[in-house]
């Protein structure tokens, strides 16, 4: 039998656990709901087989596909935008969408951009890392920082 202290731990360890999952689901809606206001078409894929969290119909008529990442702000100090163990090649029409709640921003990056700038490791997984080693925005990767989505309308 369970004491309340075992049920205690267990609603907040399922809680904490429950909230740290849906925080990416959460950005997600989030990014969805300013390309919509962009005037974008936002189409979501059933299954994330093919890591591709969103497809967008471009003004021009063609299609590209976005990769969300978020970190929310409970994080070990001084990765507050770090994105690390993502597998990716090149993909043409493929965009990164990263996103730091501590920081409050969003960066875009293509799929050449990410490769360009991300880091490779012994076991073929990237890494890039937006913030400095004081959780500020490292300067080397404010191009990136978007207020909006034009860039996608290219």
Not at 29 to 37: F, N, P, S, T
Not at 101 to 119: C, Q, R, Y
Not at 123 to 143: C, H, L, M, W, Y
């Amino acid at each position: 039998m369970e004491s309340d202290q075992d049920v205690l731990f267990l609603r907040t360890s399922q809680g904490a656990f429950r909230n740290k999952l849906s925080f990416g689901k959460r950005i997600e809606h989030y990014v969805i709901g300013r390309l919509l206001k962009e005037q974008f078409d936002v189409f979501l894929p059933v299954v994330d087989d093919d890591a591709v969290d969103i497809v967008v119909k471009r003004p021009d008529g063609k299609f590209i596909e976005l990769q969300i990442k978020a970190r929310s702000r409970n994080v070990q100090k001084g990765t507050s935008a770090r994105f690390a163990a993502i597998t990716h090649t090149d993909r043409p029409d493929y965009w990164f969408v990263f996103y730091s709640e501590h920081l409050d921003s969003i960066w875009l990056l293509s799929s050449k951009e990410f490769l360009e700038n991300s880091i490779l490791d012994k076991s073929g997984k990237r890494t890039i890392q937006f913030n400095t080693a004081k959780d500020e925005v490292n300067p080397k990767f404010s191009r990136f920082i978007v207020n909006n989505f034009d860039s996608l309308k290219i």
